[in-house]
């Protein structure tokens, strides 16, 4: 190894305190870019070669009833590669280890063999066979949360006959990767399973021999999607055909979508401040390395070395750090990688979910960390390059303080010596200064973004369950059912009292926008169920016209007073328009509510409900529950603390999860901030300290000027670092959580602000006193002798 | 004091009187800008070093000596005047030439003996040897000013005396054709800065080296050739030796 080599190895070893602070945060940013952005690659491919390989369909749509010579017109679609008609149908499920029903969907497969689309991974056991009508295969969710295994039975309610079901395997559909119930917005594989049936068997049950009610269909790669769809809604229309639609707005496609979408966001933005805050330590401590070693670098000019040489050995310097610290973030990024990936298999269901580091990931990354490092220090790189030799063999002219206008202000011409050491310190290099400030209010901005979500989550929990959704539960008929069906779930045991809503599968359209959704039907006076906004005030439902959500307003780009089309999907299918009566800003994504009369007049019906709330008693849960699991007509009944608590066991585990990361990132941010400015003080005036401690002053003075001009900083830091956390907190807000599905609110608890500045504080005095014990270790001659 | 004369190198000139300079300089003049005050540091010095000569440069503080060797090693630009080392033109000399040149050619001692705490006595040595084209091991240069047994040792374990003696190692190790050093034995006692004059004179004399000192000593003069003395930017003495004095003989 050659010897100017060797240097650069021997000073990283002396700043290894500084290095490490600095190897840390780089590590810290790369490893959530790598973590992230492999996931992200890692979700993106697993699901492609899921779709491929098991023939995921483009287009879906539903039918009242449709015989099963259309499946062939359906596939002389141009571009239809392949077309499944299938059965399908919701129903309730009475499980012995659950007290409440839970809901199934029955899928039905061909009489032979595995489906053409949408086939299935058989995860264990066998395929049902045909002349078994009693065998199904479950899905593996729903078999994992009641630990179900083949031989197992499930009872059901099949077109209100009760029947026994026996598992003779478990399996996996990419339809169902992400196992969600139309219309929640958590998955919940309690209540909430598929369940795949040979097809004659579901004829039998639901009196539809010769024909399907679903189709799904793959087409060619280049098929044009819309013209398709156009087609099939032509050819289904007659069927009772609630229109087709695209992977776009299939619910687990466009779940997984939404994931991709935060974890996209969160690549760029968290990675982004880390290697910030990196570069800027980098640029301190080489202006100082820089600024320390003059002699050395004037000397090696004088011996020959070109500007160039020595350019390069502070570049290599640095870069070297930078991949040090790139190093360890590729490797913790791996295995923070691995552990969301083990995170997500519990609520995406893939054949296989294997976190792969993407080795463009680790270019990119790689590349990121250089450049940074490199334009960090080209200023004090430049200055070391540029350095004339000759001048630098002259030791550096004392900094000129000079009086401020500062220093004219009275109080501080009274305030001891100490203070006013600090505030000179201070003002005379205001860029660092600033910098620092920055850095630290950073981290106090990491800690906010890292726990915000909780609270917007929360916040919606409680305004959801104690302002909208007053009901206890929340009852949904599989077909809609006469309004006197209304009466007999009064009567059931413990219901205080029930109200009815009738939710009809609708497309609006406004010019060329559109949207197809459930509009919701509500009583004008209810009051178990209410339409609320984001402040948590309640809003009346009109006699006439829509409320839509202010995110589906924007999609249609429609006012209040402006009229919209509806285009009902199901029964006489009737199409009519309808002015928008106001708007409500809540947090579902996209939501339409009309009156129940409003509905009731659009479909030309009677008093047909789809569902009930009901108000019931908690004592008498137990017999309502045993009365429910009977009702044939029921698909569903959602308690209101089983929602919470799905959404307890996702979301909520991943973002604490997260949260830890964050706080473990945060520390490291600070400490790192606070031990480098604390050092660099401590370089620069270890020569006026320790001439300080030989004229008198104690320890504690001594610390108290090192550390003063930190602990003002923190201070500082802290306010701005809220106010900069709050608007990225914003940010990312509208940058990931604003989707169709649904809206997290800006909602920040001071619990929260507390939190962040708790810890930055927490982390910058731990990081001051292991500073300031180096002081206490000063060795006075030592420093006075050496020249600098 | 015992020295290793095996790896010396070639065959020494001792005396100068071959009288082909090694620098011409004409009119060389410096001035500083500080502020709006113009400091002039050389104010039109002629001057020519011989090869193999030893040249000692006294003067008051502030007389310029610095800047004047700072010039000839191609550390620093005179702002007016000529200077030629052998064909080299070191005024119009771009920054890739001069580094050349220091590289090929000059080896510097300073005051402050300026080695690089991190690397040890070999290492500061090998610093020079790695990007020199003909030079000596860094053992071989430590040897010449008796270190040997203090090769790994880092800067902060060697005394004032011993860093020099590294200084000079790593100046002659490349086996330049000047010798720059400016008060060499000016952060030294008598006894460690005779033993360090000594390896000095060895290398002049084995090695052939032009050498130049700056001190304020004027005892060291009678180790010269040659005595130049500066006040206040121009040369106004110049005397040689006709006996000169051996560096064990000096005493102050
Ligand atoms: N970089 C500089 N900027 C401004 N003035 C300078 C600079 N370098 C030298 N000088 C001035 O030029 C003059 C000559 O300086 P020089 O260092 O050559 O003196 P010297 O003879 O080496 O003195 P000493 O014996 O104290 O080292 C002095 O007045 C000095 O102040
Ligand atoms: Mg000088």
């Known amino acids: 190894m050659r010897a100017l080599q060797r240097k650069m190895f021997r000073d990283l070893w002396i700043l290894r305190g500084p290095s490490l602070a600095i190897g840390l945060v780089m590590a810290s940013?790369?490893?959530?870019?790598?973590?992230?952005?492999?996931?992200?690659?890692?979700?993106?491919?697993?699901?492609?070669?899921?779709?491929?390989?098991?023939?995921?369909?483009?287009?879906?749509?539903?039918v009242k009833r449709a015989p099963e010579t259309l499946k062939s017109r359906l596939a002389e679609i141009p571009g239809v590669m392949h077309v499944g008609t299938r059965i399908t149908q919701f129903v309730n499920l009475d499980l012995p280890d659950m007290r409440e029903p839970a809901t199934g969907r029955l899928l039905s497969l061909p009489d032979h063999g595995e489906p053409a689309v949408n086939r299935l991974y058989l995860r264990s056991g066998r395929w049902p066979e045909l002349e078994r009508p009693d065998e199904v295969l479950i899905s593996d969710g729903f078999a994992t949360a009641h630990r179900l295994q083949s031989g197992d039975r499930v009872r059901a309610i099949l077109n209100g006959r009760r029947q026994d079901l026996r598992i003779v395997g478990i399996a996996l559909s990419p339809e169902?990767?992400?196992?969600?119930?139309?219309?929640?917005?958590?998955?919940?594989?309690?209540?909430?399973?598929?369940?795949?049936?040979?097809?004659?068997?579901?004829?039998?049950?639901?009196?539809?021999?010769?024909?399907?009610?679903?189709?799904?269909?793959?087409?060619?790669?280049g098929t044009d999607e819309l013209q398709t769809i156009r087609e099939v809604d032509r050819l289904t229309d007659p069927y009772g055909g609630t229109g087709a639609y695209g992977r776009g707005e299939q619910s687990s496609h466009k779940f997984i979508s939404n994931e991709m979408e935060e974890l996209r966001g969160m690549a760029l933005f968290v990675p982004t401040i880390f290697i910030l805050v990196a570069a800027w330590m980098m640029q301190v401590v080489f202006s100082r390395l820089i600024g320390t070693q003059r002699e050395q670098i004037a000397t090696l000019k004088a011996f020959g070395y070109s500007s160039t040489e020595v350019g390069l050995h502070y570049l290599q310097f640095v870069i070297f750090l930078a991949w040090l610290g790139t190093g360890l973030g590729i490797g913790v990024g791996t295995w923070l990688g691995r552990g969301v990936a083990t995170m997500y298999s519990r609520f995406f269901h893939f054949p296989e979910f294997d976190f792969h580091l993407d080795s463009r990931v680790v270019l990119a990354s790689i590349v990121i960390s250089t450049l940074s490092a490199g334009i960090a220090v080209i200023i004090p790189v430049r200055k070391a390059m540029h350095l004339p030799p000759a001048e630098a063999m002259r030791p550096e002219l004392p900094p000129a303080f000079g009086s401020t206008w500062l220093e004219s202000l009275a109080v501080l011409r009274r305030a001891p010596v100490e203070l006013r050491m600090i505030v000179?310190?201070?003002?005379?290099?205001?860029?660092?200064?600033?910098?620092?400030?920055?850095?630290?209010?950073?981290?106090?901005?990491?800690?906010?973004?890292?726990?915000?979500?909780?609270?917007?989550?929360?916040?919606?929990m409680e305004s959801e369950f104690n302002v909208a959704q007053r009901q206890d539960m929340t009852l949904t008929f599989v077909e809609p059912s006469q309004g006197r069906v209304l009466s007999e779930v009064a009567h059931l045991p413990g219901v205080i009292s029930a109200e009815p809503f009738r939710s009809v599968p609708v497309r609006l359209r406004s010019e060329h926008h559109s949207r197809r959704l459930g509009l919701m039907g509500l009583r004008t006076n209810g009051r178990l169920f209410r339409i609320a906004n984001v402040h948590r005030q309640s809003q009346s439902v009109p006699e006439t016209g829509l409320i839509l959500s202010s995110q589906l307003a924007r999609v249609l780009s429609v006012r209040p007073g402006e009229t919209v089309t509806i285009e009902v999907l199901e029964g006489r299918r009737p199409v009519q328009s309808m002015r928008v009566a106001g708007l409500v800003e809540d947090f579902q994504g996209e939501a339409a509510y009309a009156s129940i009369d409003a509905?009731?007049?659009?479909?030309?019906?009677?008093?047909?409900?789809?569902?009930?709330?009901?108000?019931?008693?908690?004592?008498?849960?137990?017999?309502?529950?045993?009365?429910?699991?009977?009702?044939?007509?029921?698909?569903?009944?959602?308690?209101?603390?089983?929602?919470?608590?799905?959404?307890?066991?996702?979301?909520?585990?991943?973002?604490?999860l997260m949260r830890t990361f964050n706080i473990g990132f945060a520390c490291i941010i600070a400490c790192g901030v606070v031990y480098n400015s604390a050092r660099i003080t401590l370089a620069e005036r270890t020569r006026e300290l320790a001439t300080m401690r030989v004229i008198?002053?104690?320890?504690?003075?001594?610390?108290?000027?090192?550390?003063?001009?930190?602990?003002?900083l923190t201070l500082l830091a802290i306010p701005l670092g809220l106010g900069i956390g709050h608007v990225m907190a914003d940010f990312v807000i509208r940058a990931a959580y604003d989707t169709e599905l649904f809206r997290i609110p800006l909602v920040i608890a001071r619990s929260t602000d507390a939190l962040a500045a708790l810890v930055t504080l927490l982390a910058a005095v731990c990081t001051g006193l292991i500073v300031s014990h180096r002081l206490a270790r000063l060795d006075l001659v030592a420093v006075l002798k050496t020249r600098e | 004091m015992i020295i290793n004369v095996d790896d010396a190198g070639d065959a020494p000139a001792t005396d100068v009187n071959l009288r082909e300079p090694v620098f011409r300089a004409r009119g060389l003049t410096k001035i500083y800008h500080v502020g709006e005050v113009d400091v002039c540091?050389?104010?039109?010095?002629?001057?020519?070093l011989y090869a193999g000569e030893f040249v000692v440069l006294l003067g008051a503080s502030g007389s310029g000596k610095s800047t004047l060797l700072n010039i000839l090693g191609g550390l620093d630009c005179p702002t007016a005047g000529d200077v030629w080392f052998r064909d080299h033109d070191l005024v119009h000399a771009t920054d890739a030439d001069l580094t050349r040149y220091r590289r090929d050619h000059v080896g510097f001692v300073f005051q402050f003996y300026n080695l690089i705490p991190s690397l040890t006595a070999r290492e500061n040595v090998a610093l020079i040897t790695d990007i020199a084209e003909?030079?000596?091991?860094?053992?071989?240069?430590?040897?010449?000013?008796?270190l040997t047994a203090r090769l790994d040792h880092f800067p902060a374990q060697l005394s004032g005396g011993e860093q020099q003696r590294v200084a000079i190692a790593r100046a002659i190790a490349k086996q330049p054709d000047v010798l720059l050093c400016d008060e060499p034995t000016g952060a030294l006692d008598v006894q460690t800065g005779i033993t360090v004059l000594e390896s000095l004179e060895r290398v002049n004399e084995e090695l052939g080296t032009t050498t130049a000192i700056i001190t304020h000593n004027a005892v060291i003069a009678r180790m010269a050739n040659r005595i130049i003395t500066l006040s206040d930017g121009r040369i106004v003495g110049e005397e040689t030796n006709a006996v000169r004095s051996r560096a064990s003989e000096l005493v102050w």
């Open chain 1, 696 to 712: 008198g002053f104690t320890r504690g003075e001594i610390g108290r000027i090192l550390l003063g001009e930190l602990a003002i």
């Open chain 1, 29 to 62: 940013g790369v490893a959530t870019f790598v973590m992230s952005l492999s996931t992200l690659s890692t979700l993106y491919h697993a699901r492609l070669s899921y779709y491929e390989r098991y023939r995921f369909a483009n287009v879906f749509v539903n």
């Open chain 2, 134 to 146: 003909e030079s000596m091991t860094p053992e071989a240069a430590l040897g010449l000013v008796g």
């Open chain 1, 424 to 460: 000179r310190q201070m003002i005379r290099q205001p860029i660092r200064l600033t910098l620092t400030c920055l850095g630290l209010s950073l981290a106090v901005a990491v800690l906010i973004l890292g726990s915000f979500m909780l609270d917007g989550l929360n916040y919606v």
């Open chain 1, 599 to 656: 509905v009731h007049r659009l479909m030309q019906e009677g008093d047909a409900v789809s569902g009930a709330f009901l108000a019931a008693d908690t004592r008498q849960t137990a017999e309502l529950y045993r009365e429910l699991k009977r009702t044939p007509r029921l698909i569903g009944a959602s308690l209101k603390g089983s929602a919470l608590i799905a959404l307890r066991e996702t979301i909520i585990s991943s973002i604490l």
């Open chain 2, 41 to 48: 540091a050389l104010r039109g010095i002629d001057l020519e």
């Open chain 1, 176 to 221: 169902f990767i992400y196992q969600i119930r139309e219309g929640d917005i958590i998955p919940d594989d309690r209540r909430f399973g598929i369940f795949w049936m040979r097809r004659r068997s579901l004829e039998a049950a639901f009196q539809m021999t010769g024909a399907f009610n679903n189709a799904v269909l793959l087409l060619s790669p």
